[in-house]
């Protein structure tokens, strides 16, 4: 649907289409000049009388032509912003009565320096042979690779035909639709896709490379470069288990096919729920928690945050807190309830370390921070995630258990199944839903919970982590002469979660002595340990404690890979290994390592 045009700059919409529309795109990638040619069609609706503008979200979009219906078009870029981009403002040539449609084309060329898109050389590949490319949308960067009002309270279904050069393989957050030959190029291929269900803008997703897949399961594939792909079929064989957790818990999956895409090492995030089409990163382990509990959290977003999605960036919690809930829940199912409480301890001091990186009254650390002129990139942490579960995780308790709560969340994601939501929504729905117990609900403190910065007063159980809390406090403690007490058993009794709080607990206190942080080396060979979760924390740990020799292979962490979890920081430190930067970092990443070291973003370019 669209209204009049919105006038305010700083809005990140500008003007409505219908809560539930269709793309239809076309593709062709070029990997000589890193850009895609395209051409969208939008379906539009006028919601008054003598509708004749409207205005798209754009990102350093070469725009070619626009027409209506088939006519010609006028339209002008307006002022660019920072982060938002440009608007694109078109007039239709004719008007349009309220209730009637206009389909609106869009023929453009993205920019090689798209903030959506990164292009990968051969050299950069597992395979080394062929290029490749890869889009992360999330928050507002799909405007960079589609104009679109790019904003999650519009959902699209989509059809989109990519050509692509014949010797490698796209892929997209959509159902595969089948391939041809390009009728203009008998050196490319087109491969078709349809995504029925309505998303936002910001699960567009494509992918292109030498790719192969393997069957995982009866709704599964996994997707990688040869070299990695019958690995990445092993670790993900469990794929088909948590997916029929997930549905006990949450109702019916309703986008067909769950397949996973493992990226190259500078993916910036541990997975996106892309529809269809999960994308994991190469840093995920199946000797330890990271790879079950990802997939268990991309999984959980096929209900919270694809199906029921927020309707602005404030309200990321719905989208995260209800996610990390419902990842837990299965991790509950398959592992017990001491489990769960296991890690949301761990999340916990995620969420202690998001509120000291921020400072306890920085309003980002709000479960709804105020984002207006706020790049939502700046304020991603683990307080959406956190924060949110730590709220649901109350009134869990308050309003009965587990099992009872679930009912809520299920019945909350029925409710607002396709479409998307603010807090309030969220909020009315709970008082609803729990109809009996709302002189309870009265009784919490929304205020403190949803618009007050620092930590929330929650407190889970800490059962498994005790053994983890007396193994870290013999460390602290220690002088010189204990150290011998420290034996390889230490380590050998924990689990790869256990190791992991281990030395989390130690980053919440003052750095070790360089002689502990040595001889904890000696005694449990932490080195060789290659789960990513587990050398991330150890590698900080020895450059907290400025032991040189860790130094090289913090900095090789930080930049193979390009995790902003991992990534950030190591880089954070002050010691030499701020002073390199990273080679072929996604442009999120390399924009916020640059401002976490206050030097222009492209200083991190080259070494």
């Not at 288990?241 to 109702?251: D, H, R, W, Y």
């Not at 159980?461 to 204990?482: F, N």
């Not at 904890?520 to 932490?526: I, K, P, R, T």
Request: proline residues 6%; neutral net charge; charged residues 20%.
């Amino acid at each position: 649907r669209a209204g009049r045009r919105k006038t305010s700059p700083s809005a990140f919409l500008y003007f409505k289409i219908k809560t539930r529309s269709h793309l239809n795109l076309t593709l062709l990638v070029d990997f000589d000049r890193h850009v895609i040619k395209a051409k969208v069609e939008l379906t539009v609706e006028a919601l008054e009388d003598r509708f004749s503008a409207l205005t798209l979200d754009t990102k350093d979009l070469k725009v070619i032509s626009v027409s209506a219906n088939g006519q010609s078009a006028r339209f002008s870029l307006g002022p660019k912003h920072s982060f938002k981009g440009t608007p694109l403002d078109i007039t239709l040539p004719f008007e349009l009565s309220r209730g009637q449609h206009v389909i609106v084309e869009v023929t453009y060329e993205t920019s090689p320096s798209a903030s959506a898109l990164q292009w990968l050389t051969p050299e950069q590949t597992a395979g080394k042979k062929q290029p490749y490319l890869f889009s992360q949308c999330q928050a507002h960067h799909c405007r960079s690779m589609v104009p679109c009002q790019d904003s999650p309270s519009i959902k699209h279904s989509y059809y989109a035909q990519v050509s692509v050069p014949k010797d490698l393989v796209a892929v997209m957050s959509a159902v595969r639709d089948g391939q041809e030959a390009d009728p203009q190029d008998n050196n490319r291929i087109i491969y078709r896709f349809r995504q029925p269900v309505p998303m936002p803008s910001y699960l567009i997703a494509i992918v292109v490379g030498a790719l192969e897949s393997r069957e995982i399961g009866p709704r599964s594939r996994v997707w990688s470069e040869k070299e990695f792909v019958d690995k990445a079929a092993f670790e993900f064989s469990e794929t088909e288990t948590m997916l029929k957790t997930a549905e006990g818990l949450a109702g019916p999956y309703v986008w067909g096919q769950y397949d996973i895409l493992v990226l190259p090492p500078s993916f910036p995030y541990g997975g996106m729920e892309n529809p269809c089409l999960t994308f994991a990163t190469p840093t995920l382990s199946p000797s330890g928690c990271s790879l079950c509990q990802v997939i268990a959290h991309e999984i959980s977003h096929s209900w919270t945050g694809n199906l029921v999605s927020n309707k602005t960036w404030e309200h990321f919690w719905l989208n995260e807190g209800h996610t990390v809930y419902l990842e837990r829940m299965i991790g509950r199912s398959l592992e017990g309830e001491a489990f769960r409480q296991f890690k949301a301890i761990g999340g916990w001091k995620d969420l202690q370390d998001s509120v000291n990186t921020f400072g306890a009254n920085n309003p980002l650390t709000n479960l709804i921070p105020r984002l207006q002129d706020v790049n939502p990139d700046e304020a991603f942490s683990s307080v959406p995630y956190e924060k949110g579960f730590a709220l649901l995780y109350h009134l869990e308790e308050l309003m009965g258990g587990p099992e009872v709560f679930m009912g809520f969340v299920k019945s909350y994601i029925q409710m607002f199944a396709y479409s998307s939501v603010t807090s309030e929504d969220w909020k009315s729905y709970l008082f609803t839903y729990f109809k009996d117990k709302v002189d309870v609900l009265n009784k919490v403190d929304w205020n403190a919970w949803m618009f007050t910065p620092g930590m929330p007063p929650v407190k889970y159980d800490t059962t498994l982590a005790d053994a983890c809390i007396a193994l870290s406090q013999r460390w602290i403690k220690a002088k010189d002469q204990d150290l011998s007490s420290f034996q390889d058993h230490d380590v050998k009794v924990l689990s790869s979660h256990q190791l992991i709080e281990f030395l989390s607990l130690l980053l919440h206190e003052d750095p070790l002595p360089l002689t502990h942080v040595k001889k904890m080396q000696e005694v449990y060979d932490l080195n060789a340990f290659m789960n990513s979760e587990i050398r991330f924390r150890w590698l900080r740990l020895c450059v907290r404690c400025r032991w040189e020799e860790a130094v090289p292979m913090a900095l090789k962490m930080a930049t193979e890979q390009g995790r902003m979890k991992f990534t950030r920081p190591l880089f954070r430190y002050p010691t030499s290994l701020t002073q390199n930067l990273v080679t072929a970092m996604h442009p999120v990443t390399a924009a916020l390592v640059a401002k976490d070291l206050k030097v222009d973003a492209s200083q991190t370019s080259s070494l």
